[in-house]
């Protein structure tokens, strides 16, 4: 599978380092060309000569070197892999690349870099777990750059916990999923997501609680399944995806408005927390508090938009899918909801305060179908993504059975 495919291994500073020997043996076993730019800090764990020696390429170590430079070797490196793997990747490494610091060879060729890029962090547990390291990470997630692992385990410094690299083995693992065919090549999938801001004056509004959090993992996780995603989100704090067409909205009425210029599309997810209601005597200028009187406030629906698409009879989506965020009789107002809107799938949750969903890392849907009603664990919202991902590609290898069939 990863015969004449061009990896750019970037070895960072740690004891981990020495793995990335068995890396490269693993990647040079099955045919990859494997190419290594080996760090400062990576250089006081292994030696130059030993990663040459196993890749059968020149180790690149320099920025400043005048013949590798002279061909402008930061950016040859970076164009001419298909993936870039960082193997072990420090706290330092990943908050260089968070913070867009380029300062050396490595640093320099991802930032300039246009390619995948995954990482395999190696560091003690409490660096791990250090909010400054798990901001960057966060970061780096947003960026649309993957990581594998680190896994717990007994460590260096005579300490035990989550901080050790992956084995050569899994991280080769994940390098052949990356290349493996992807399922939703050629597809094109809307999701909303994030809340809509409904303007009461300019400086007030009403809206939602939503992070933007879970439909844009629902993104992320689609795209790297192949999928051509246009997200559609409400006002939220995350930065924009890599290979995403991303459009910002403030109000429901925008959102619709995007969603019907999007179309036509295979997929529709609909997981934007949309106010019901907007204001109808929005005032052009900021309302003035006034001793004794309160401004009288009134208010009209807004759009329905999981019923607009589910019902558009020229460009309705194949399959559709919606969000029913409820805080009692969550199945039940859930079920209703399906048959209300038409649309083909309710992904129910309980978003009561007690649950932490709204601005959370984690959650716990009910997939629910006019014959299913399954219960999912509660995991991270990037494990509950994949889990949305599995079903669209179901959904899509049982259409092409029928089609055979006929």
Not at 230 to 257: C, K, Q, R, W
Request: aromatic residues 4%.
């Amino acid at each position: 599978m990863l015969k004449n495919k061009n990896i750019l291994l970037i070895i960072s500073g740690g004891i981990a380092a020495y793995k990335s020997l068995e890396l490269i043996r693993l990647l040079k076993k099955q045919e990859a060309n494997v190419k290594t730019i080996l760090t400062k800090a990576g250089s006081e764990f292994i030696t130059a000569l030993s990663v040459s020696s196993l890749s059968g390429e020149q180790c690149y170590t320099d920025l400043f070197s005048l013949k590798d430079e002279t061909e402008m070797g930061h950016i040859k490196l970076s164009r001419e892999a298909d993936l870039i793997i960082i193997a072990p990747a420090s706290a330092n490494i990943i908050a260089k690349m968070a913070n867009g610091i380029a300062d050396d060879l490595a640093t320099t060729t991802l930032l300039a870099s246009n390619k995948q890029i995954i990482i395999a962090p190696a560091m003690n547990h409490a660096m791990w777990k250090n909010p400054a390291t798990q901001s960057n990470l966060s970061k780096l997630r947003q960026y649309g750059i993957k990581n594998i692992g680190p896994e717990k385990g007994d460590m260096a410094c005579g300490e035990n916990g989550i901080g050790r690299m992956s084995d050569p083995e899994t991280i080769i693992g994940e390098i052949e999923k990356y290349f493996s065919p992807k399922p939703l090549k050629g597809k094109h999938i809307i999701v909303t997501s994030g809340p809509t801001y409904e303007p009461i004056d300019p400086v007030r509004f009403i809206g939602n609680r939503s992070s933007g959090k879970q439909g844009q993992a629902i993104a992320k996780s689609l795209r790297d399944a192949g999928a051509k995603i246009t997200l559609i989100t409400g006002p939220i704090s995350l930065n924009d995806l890599t290979g995403v067409t991303t459009i910002h909205v403030e109000t429901a009425t925008e959102m619709l408005e995007a969603v019907n210029e999007s179309l036509p599309a295979d997929v529709a997810i609909c997981a934007a927390a949309v106010s019901d209601w907007r204001i109808e005597n929005s005032s052009e200028q900021k309302i003035k508090k006034q001793s004794g009187k309160k401004p009288v406030i009134k208010l009209n629906e807004n759009p329905d938009i999981l019923y607009e698409i589910s019902n558009n009879k020229n460009n309705r989506p194949p399959l559709v899918i919606g969000f029913a965020a409820e805080t009692e009789n969550l199945i039940e107002n859930a079920k209703s909801k399906l048959k209300k809107k038409k649309c083909d799938v309710i992904l129910a949750n309980d978003v009561s305060p007690s649950q932490k969903i709204f601005s959370g890392n984690e959650n716990q849907l009910y997939f629910i179908t006019e014959s299913e009603n399954e219960k999912w664990k509660r995991c991270s919202k990037q494990e509950t993504a994949d889990k949305i991902t599995d079903k669209v590609i179901s959904f899509f290898k049982k259409e092409e059975k029928e089609k055979c069939k006929i």
